[in-house]
């Protein structure tokens, strides 16, 4: 693919776009994004908020540590960080820089403010909606779709900004519908590494460091840890580990680790899982650092491609996106050939399309250990001469087409699930153990 092919120029700035550092769970971080720049808006510390969120950012935010909150979960916490330590300017890592003496100024204000809690529940399935007052002052923010998209500003009733939100509905850029898996590859094999070297070295150096952070100390269920345990420890095989590191920088990230982490897909966890293992084979395999930035371009792109169907959050678990991004990277570096490519997408989406999502927390690292297992085991199947073939269950002829497919499934088909796995979180959620 020539530089002056306009999808060389769509695939460096879509790579751009999507791969920028966020410090912990992004949907918390994004409310705690919208409670800062409420109060910037404010003018002053509010003493009343009322957080208004769709059922999928609900979901997503209940049951995760909040980084720099000193272990505080949820809604209420998030917006509270936001408004006391939120540095709006620092979009995804809002409250980085956290200091002690506004920990316990967090928890002083979750304990003197008026904080409430509205499920929105229209069509929309990314939106956040934050109103803070004091007195007869106030201050309204919306996002919608994407972590940071701030659509509304209002000042004491005033629209001050308003950015048309689009439909409800799934939309796809023009940009995003040049992705498929033939020019991934050749845009892989024949990208410049100067035009990806800053946000794939920056995802490389990120993400290592808090799965590293991940193995060793302790955090949320120790998924990591525990398969090195069981699986050879020192001596684990190649895939056991790029499954075990991606899923401690889970284990670190879903337990409010302040290290931050370059996303995918404004995703975190999916950042981890398109990325780590790859750069663990590419380690094993002792490639060039050339070699593992187009595999990495590679892997992010095509879990992209998927999640540009899916939409940014559904009941389809983003991880299996992801870890089939993680198998087509770590096929490329054995020297794949783009047949083998495909058919390692489309086998790997046809072994686990119906994971669920039921928001982040502990057992999302166990989630991405099972999908790179996934993604691997589809470049494993056509190495040995095996494939799943057109007519079984979901699949079809071309990868791109089962690329949509599945796609069409975690959009469509699974709106009823998601809206079920929010009515259970919400009405029947138990804090504590199962036993």
Not at 94 to 123: C, F, K, N
Not at 149 to 171: P, S, V, Y
Not at 281 to 309: F, M, P
Not at 326 to 344: E, F, N, R, S
């Amino acid at each position: 693919m020539l530089k002056e092919d306009p999808r060389y120029a769509a695939y460096v700035s879509i790579l751009r776009e999507e791969l920028v550092p966020a410090m912990g769970c992004t949907e918390p971080i994004s409310v705690a994004y919208a409670a800062a720049k409420a109060r910037d808006v404010l003018g002053c510390i509010p003493d009343r908020i009322v957080i208004g969120c769709s059922g999928s950012i609900i979901k997503n935010v209940k049951s995760v540590i909040v980084p720099n909150t000193g272990g505080l979960k949820g809604l209420e916490a998030a917006a509270a960080a936001g408004v006391i330590a939120g540095d709006a300017a620092q979009s995804l890592e809002v409250i980085a820089g956290t200091t002690p003496d506004q920990l316990q100024e967090i928890r002083d204000y979750l304990d003197r403010s008026e904080i409430s809690v509205e499920h929105l529940t229209g069509d929309r399935v990314f939106e956040i909606r934050m109103k803070v007052s004091r007195g007869e002052e106030s201050a309204t923010v919306r996002i919608t779709d994407t972590h940071t998209n701030i659509t509304l500003i209002e000042k004491n009733g005033r629209i001050l900004t308003r950015h048309e939100a689009g439909m409800a509905g799934h939309e796809i850029s023009p940009e995003r519908r040049l992705l498929n898996v033939a020019d991934i590859y050749d845009f892989a094999g024949t990208l410049d590494p100067a035009d990806v070297e800053e946000v794939l070295s920056r995802q490389i150096a990120f993400n290592m460091a808090i799965a590293e952070e991940g193995m060793r100390n302790d955090y949320g269920a120790n998924i990591g840890k525990t398969l090195l345990r069981f699986h050879g420890g020192e001596n684990a095989s190649t895939e056991m580990k790029a499954r075990a590191w991606a899923a401690a920088g889970s284990d670190a990230r879903m337990h409010g680790c302040s290290l931050p982490v370059v996303i995918n897909s404004g995703s975190g966890n999916q950042g981890l899982t398109v990325s780590v293992p790859v750069v663990i084979y590419a380690r094993d395999l002792g490639v060039s650092h050339e070699a593992l930035l187009r595999a990495l371009a590679l892997s992010n792109l095509i879990a992209i491609q998927q999640k540009t169907y899916i939409g940014t959050l559904s009941a389809f678990c983003g991880a299996v996106c992801a870890g089939v991004g993680a198998g087509a990277g770590i096929a490329y570096l054995h020297g794949a050939d783009l047949k083998t490519v495909a058919h390692t997408v489309a086998n790997a989406l046809a072994i686990l399309p119906g994971m669920v999502c039921d928001g982040a927390k502990p057992s999302c690292a166990a989630k991405i250990s099972q999908s790179v297992e996934a993604g691997i085991f589809g470049w494993q199947m056509y190495q040995n001469g095996q494939q799943f073939y057109a007519g079984d269950g979901l699949v079809v002829k071309g990868v791109d087409a089962n690329v949509e497919n599945v796609g069409r499934l975690g959009r469509e088909g699974m709106r009823d699930t998601n809206r079920e796995i929010i009515e259970i979180m919400l009405g029947r959620f138990s804090d504590g153990r199962t036993d």
